[in-house]
């Protein structure tokens, strides 16, 4: 009995321990890097236009920072503005990166709670390829949802980015940019 709790143990550690390591960094490096673009997109039958900045840059010694800014300039000449920065770090699984959002009792960096009572968004992320997807999932007032998600793909040109907002599995809002690499 003693050997199975000591193997059970040291295979605990051990998986601990390999959730501390980060693999290759190479996979996501890629992406550092300051991009700006633009974008019209229609929302609601009126034409919206965007300047949109992402800075994807390294976070501490345990992963990436992905930072947005968006500037949305509306038919009837209000400007709306968005700012956000999410640090990620690899799950145990390849290519997803759980969002370090708020910290937990014990020190950790932890995703936010969707259902709890301030109905903060689940934010991950995945990498595939050329492409780095964050999404972001609201659970609203009823048990409805919405998602976010943001593809960023790599290309000659610097960045394309893809953005859809989806309300209960219907799309509200899309959005596609090509953003030039400015640092």
């Not at 050997?3 to 501390?20: E, M, P």
């Not at 390591?21 to 550092?32: E, G, K, M, V």
């Not at 997807?133 to 998602?147: E, F, K």
């Amino acid at each position: 009995m003693r050997a199975i709790i000591l193997v059970s143990l040291s295979l605990l550690l051990l998986s601990c321990k390999a959730k501390d390591q980060i693999p290759n960094t190479d996979s996501w490096s890629a992406f550092y890097g300051t991009y700006q673009g633009s974008a019209e997109t229609v929302v609601s039958g009126e034409l919206d236009e965007r300047d949109l900045t992402v800075v994807i840059k390294p976070w501490q010694d345990k992963g990436f920072t992905v930072e947005w800014k968006t500037l949305i300039y509306r038919a009837e000449g209000v400007t709306k503005k968005t700012d956000l920065s999410i640090d990620f770090y690899p799950s145990a699984r390849a290519g997803i990166f759980a969002s370090a959002m708020r910290t937990d009792v014990f020190g950790q960096a932890v995703p936010y709670d969707p259902v709890g009572e301030a109905a903060d968004p689940y934010v991950w992320a995945g990498l595939e390829d050329n492409t780095l997807t964050v999404s972001a999932l609201y659970i609203v007032d009823g048990g409805g949802y919405i998602l976010h998600v943001y593809k960023r793909s790599l290309n000659k040109e610097g960045l394309s980015l893809e953005f859809e907002r989806m309300s209960n599995g219907e799309k509200v809002t899309s959005v596609s940019a090509q953003l030039k690499q400015i640092e």
